[in-house]
């Protein structure tokens, strides 16, 4: 009984994410911006970013597809709004462990995110709740490679 009570307040916070979308707007200045598709099942987002001294400023995320993606984009702008760069690429990494059955979730005090756990129960939808964090992951690649940072 515990779990089913457990399994409908994951389902109604990701509801809450795919119809109230956090940060799901276009911000002007960004320095970086990024798109992600996930080809299998329609999936699309972009992805903006304003960083200034190494923190994540300002964060805007929009796009289209199923409530995991469209979601998990929502839970990634409020996990990493305010954030240093070292820690936004360790909780990308953490939640792709995760995902990927290498990592528990309860390791770490993860906010809105832990909703998304059950998602690796069905692999053909983790390709939809990764989507936000590897467009992150791709997208700070990019600002690495174009301005001088403290990424490592």
Not at 21 to 45: A, M, Y
Not at 54 to 70: A, D, F, L, Y
Not at 106 to 123: C, I, N, R, T
Request: proline content about 3%.
């Amino acid at each position: 009984m515990a779990w089913e009570a457990l399994n409908d307040l994951y389902r109604e916070v990701i509801l809450d994410h795919y119809k109230n979308p956090r940060h799901h707007e276009k911000i002007e200045p960004h320095d970086v911006e990024q798109e992600g598709f996930n080809p299998l099942c329609g999936d699309q987002l972009t992805l903006q970013l304003k960083i200034n001294s190494g923190k994540i400023e300002n964060v805007g995320c929009w796009g289209k597809g199923c409530s995991i993606s469209q979601a998990s984009a929502s839970i990634l702008t409020e996990c990493i709004y305010g954030k240093a760069l070292e820690e936004v690429l360790s909780e990308a990494s953490f939640f792709k462990e995760v995902m990927q059955g290498k990592s528990k979730i309860e390791e770490k005090d993860v906010g809105d995110l832990e909703a998304l756990s059950g998602v690796q129960k069905f692999p053909v939808r983790i390709k939809c709740a990764l989507l936000a964090w590897t467009t992150l992951e791709e997208a700070l690649r990019f600002y690495e490679k174009t301005h001088v940072s403290s990424l490592k």
